[in-house]
């Protein structure tokens, strides 16, 4: 189910954004969650496993989105992304080159994933 919680990895507190499923309706609303979430974090400090599984997307949500990791930058660690696929794919290269934003990472499987970000400095 959709959502943004923090869970704890190997002795690391990550943050879950599940936009898995998601509809272009609904994805407003979500990112409101996380910002509120992840600005309530000390800068540079927040590393976030992001799924983005069957999420649906529109002109509207890509731009959400992008505003989205703009604003979020100076709060974010690392990113960790799971279940880009097809379309998904070319959604994130073009977010991804309008934010600027070097330390999103894709991963095929979500425990390498979260490996990944319990293991940064």
């Known amino acids: 189910m959709a959502g943004v919680s923090f869970f704890e990895h190997k002795g690391k507190k990550i943050l879950y954004e599940d936009y898995s499923e998601s509809t272009p309706a609904q994805l407003p609303e979500l990112l409101a969650e996380a910002k509120k979430i992840i600005t ?4 540079n400090s927040v590393l976030a496993l992001v799924n983005i599984n069957k999420t649906k997307y ?5 731009a959400a989105m992008k505003e989205f990791i703009k604003d979020n930058t100076p709060y974010i660690k690392a990113s960790a992304i799971i ?3 097809g379309i ?4 994130f290269k073009g977010v991804v080159a309008f934010t600027g934003r070097k330390n999103l990472v894709v991963f095929n499987d ?12």
């Not at 529109?58 to 890509?62: C, I, L, N, T, Y």
């Open 58 to 62: 529109d002109r509207a949500a890509v």
């Open 88 to 91: 998904t794919e070319v959604v």
């Open 83 to 85: 279940g880009m696929e």
């Open 110 to 121: 979500a425990e390498k994933a979260k490996d990944y970000l319990a293991a940064l400095e």
């Open 40 to 43: 309530s974090q000390p800068k």
